[in-house]
């Protein structure tokens, strides 16, 4: 299943085709724009640093902007894929990840005979960074709390989501709800060339703290959705694991740090 969109950050126009793979793959990307390069494993060790998106590889290959495929991929619990990327960056589509549900779902997917090995939290682990916190609680299913708060927008405001992912609640709740900012906080990226895909088509943005997107939000808590969104995307770089995922304030950099040492824990855990 394929299609074609642009970058958020690069504008470039970007196709990108979704392949089945064999048991024990991962998920992987590769590029077909770079010849000979070797495919990029969705895997937290292989995060590089940037506070608006997650990037995989190194500085020469590498994928940006994986989370929202990444978060689809693992809301429908599919383990083994490789995707074909014609550029450095996936697609922003509307900002969501609806059009990734779309192409899952129309490709389908099929069981292979290796067994899903989903690992278990015993004991709490935590990792906090001044007014960002993030917990990972020893639970029977894999559930996800987060807590939004920006206190100079009353547009945004506090707000707070808890869902258990399933791939149903997944769609119905949260894989509609599209990246958002306070254009005052973007203008300077914008002016220095730094967005150049971005546009009211594929992002809420708060400006002089009102909604500028004439459709206005999706949902009236469509933010902190978007932040579990990103939450699932940035985890989905551990291998599958059961556990109460709490949060507050995160995003990207702290969601990576956070998952590197979840995935220490983990495995001493189950060692």
């Known amino acids: 299943m394929s299609a074609t969109g642009v970058g958020l950050f690069n504008g470039e126009k970007v196709s990108i085709r979704l392949c089945p793979a064999k048991e024990n793959t991962g998920i992987v990307f590769q590029r077909t724009d770079l010849p000979d390069c070797p495919p990029i494993a969705a895997r937290s060790e292989y995060v590089q640093g940037n506070p608006r ?6 500085s020469k290959n590498f994928i940006q902007t994986v989370e929202h495929l990444l978060a689809a991929l693992r809301a429908y619990d599919i383990d083994n894929a490789l995707i074909e990327i014609s550029s450095c960056e996936v697609p922003i589509f509307d900002g969501s990840c609806r059009h990734f549900i779309t192409m899952i779902e129309e490709a389908g997917a099929c069981q292979l005979p290796s067994e899903r090995v989903v690992m278990r939290l015993k004991k709490p682990m935590y990792w906090s960074k001044g007014d960002i916190h993030l917990i990972a609680l020893p639970a029977d299913e894999y559930r996800l709390s987060y807590t939004l708060h920006y206190p100079h927008s009353t547009t945004i405001g506090t707000q707070f989501y808890t869902f258990v992912l ?3 609640r997944f769609k119905n709740e949260i894989a509609s709800c599209r990246t958002f900012s306070i254009y005052e906080e973007i203008a300077p990226m ?3 060339g730094l967005i150049k895909g971005g546009s009211l088509d594929n992002a809420i943005i708060i ?3 009102a ?3 004439p459709e206005g939000l999706r949902y009236s808590d469509e933010m902190v959705r978007h932040k579990i969104l ?3 995307g940035d985890l989905s770089l551990v291998p599958p694991f059961l556990g109460h995922v709490v949060a507050v304030r995160s995003g990207h950099a702290s969601n990576n740090a956070f998952a590197k040492e ?6 001493m ?3």
């Open 190 to 192: 914008i002016e220095k």
């Open 262 to 267: 979840l995935l220490n824990h983990i495995k």
């Open 53 to 58: 998106c997650t990037i995989i590889g190194d």
């Open 166 to 168: 399933t791939s149903e």
């Open 269 to 271: 855990e189950n060692s």
């Open 230 to 232: 990103d939450l699932i």
């Open 207 to 209: 400006k002089e703290d």
């Open 211 to 213: 909604v500028v997107n």
